[in-house]
């Protein structure tokens, strides 16, 4: 099973299956430095858990891409009225010529399994002075459990911030790093 099929399949009760995390979401934009004239890209968007968090900020643009239909569907039709909102349905990595503020990728993390092909395209895709976020709005031990539970071909285990940032270091200044029971994050700069 590849990652667009097991989300396909997922979509329809993945609102269901995520817990009502709201603070932990302002908390992670707050630490993301998102305001107004802010670019942000919401990488692997799944059903929008985080465009009220992002939108309390009234940045200048969200763009949201998934590479499921069904999740890009739902989280359309969320903010189907919205100009601040272009919801995708696609594939992050095939994104050329889009500058970012701020790119963000949301309880998605372990699903990229080439964590440096990754942080290259971030950081091809990042404003010089941008930021990009990783976030869980639970611990890596949570998060590892449930992924005990998905495909493997799918998903990669969580490893300490400290670990994760070994991929990112190569592109960026890491200044947050956040690895406890309830909340995980890692996050930097260009490193110019």
Not at 28 to 34: A, C, D, N, P, R
Not at 95 to 119: Q, R, S
């Amino acid at each position: 099973m590849d990652v667009k099929t097991y989300f396909d399949k997922m979509a329809d009760t993945w609102d269901e299956d995520i817990l009502p995390i709201d603070e932990v979401r302002r908390c992670i934009v707050f630490l993301s430095g998102v305001k107004e004239h802010t670019r942000v890209l919401d990488v692997a968007c799944g059903t929008g858990a985080m465009f009220v968090a992002l939108q309390e900020k009234n940045p200048e643009h969200i763009t949201a891409i998934d590479v499921s239909e069904k999740m890009a569907e739902i989280a359309k039709n969320k903010v189907k009225d919205n100009p601040l909102f272009d919801v995708r349905c696609g594939d992050f990595f095939e994104i050329e010529d889009e500058k970012y503020d701020c790119i963000m990728i949301y309880n998605a993390y372990p699903h990229f399994t080439d964590k440096e092909k990754l942080a290259a395209k971030v950081s091809q895709l990042l404003t010089p002075d941008g930021r990009f976020v990783v976030a869980h709005g639970a611990g890596k031990e949570v998060i590892n459990l449930h992924h005990s539970n998905v495909p493997k071909e799918v998903t990669s285990q969580l490893l300490s911030a400290q670990e994760e940032c070994e991929y990112w270091k190569k592109c960026f200044n890491m200044d947050i790093l956040i690895d406890t029971q309830k909340f995980y994050m890692l996050s930097g700069t260009i490193a110019l």
